[in-house]
């Protein structure tokens, strides 16, 4: 008995949702630690402000990141 695998669309589809998951995950912890100092250095309103505008943006983008992801893997795993 000959055992082949066969890479299929579906098997992409699935790695590559979980690799974008992944990137965006790791952009999630990159604001949670971004903001954790901002918080330990005890800065005033206004610094505050300027650096939580600095995070919202790769924290929407990150969070778009893991959605579009999982959303990959699911639709891998049902076509599969």
Not at 36 to 42: C, G, N, V, Y
Not at 52 to 62: C, E, F, W
Request: proline share 1%; with cysteine; glycine share 8%.
């Amino acid at each position: 008995m000959e055992d082949t695998q066969t890479t299929t669309v579906f098997d992409i589809l699935i790695w590559s949702g979980a690799l974008i998951s992944l990137i965006g995950l790791c952009g999630l912890i990159w604001c949670i630690v971004f903001i954790a100092r901002a918080r330990r250095a005890k800065l005033s309103d206004d610094e505050m402000r300027v650096r939580l505008r600095k995070a919202i943006p790769l924290n929407l983008g990150s969070l778009f990141l893991s959605v579009i992801g999982l959303m990959l893997v699911v639709l891998g795993i049902f076509m599969a």
